[in-house]
């Protein structure tokens, strides 16, 4: 997924004159969250707060989705967030 939006950020600047990496420096750092261990994912969002808490219990229902989380373990990442 990085090598992905390496790939975009390469492409976008032929089109756009500003440098577009920093800017998209957010994205990456959203995208390498996913592949935290779930015990890392309260620091986290802790400590982006660039992110809205829409944003951040958004990625820990992907993740706990996706990785097959218990509910409970879901549930307690997200009570500790909110």
Known sequence: MSLDLQVLINGLQHFVPLNVKPKLQIVETFIKAYYLPETEYVHW??????????Q????INL???MKGWKRKTRSEVLEKIE
């Open 45 to 54: 969002a802790r400590a982006h707060s660039e992110y809205s808490k829409n």
């Open 56 to 59: 951040i219990v958004g990625l």
């Open 63 to 65: 993740v706990a989705s």
